[in-house]
């Protein structure tokens, strides 16, 4: 059964810290390589953050410094810890394998907004 389920999501303020997490079914978790992507409304969805199966990670810019992401391989979850939100980290948050594109599989996200 393929499975992404993420969760964690709400509302915080500004400079606030979220931690997202995602489980997924082991046909799309192991051995591969996830990341964690967000999309804002009429935008395309984009990689945020990526592990490989061994751990090694990249960010994108907007979020280096203030995102960390880690996974556990013997629970098939990768977390993302968001710390020092900012208004523009607002947008709907899903995980996936760091290549998956717009055909692939995509669970139901998680919602972040960062508002005062």
């Known amino acids: 059964q393929v499975q992404l389920v993420e969760y964690g999501g709400g509302l915080v303020l500004p400079g606030g810290s979220l931690k997202l997490s995602c489980v997924a079914s082991?046909?799309?978790?192991?051995?591969?390589?996830m990341g964690w992507f967000r999309q804002d409304p009429g935008k395309r969805r984009a990689l945020v953050a990526a592990i490989t199966y061994y751990g090694t990670t990249n960010y994108a810019d907007s979020v280096k410094g203030r995102f960390t992401i880690s996974r556990d391989n013997d629970k098939n979850t990768v977390y993302l810890q968001m710390n020092n939100l900012k208004p523009t980290d607002t947008a709907l948050y899903f995980c996936?394998?760091?290549?998956?594109?717009?055909?692939?599989?995509w669970g139901q996200g998680t919602q972040v907004t960062v508002s005062s």
């Open positions: 996936n394998r760091a290549g998956a594109n717009a055909d692939s599989y």
């Open positions: 082991a046909s799309i978790f192991s051995p591969y390589a």
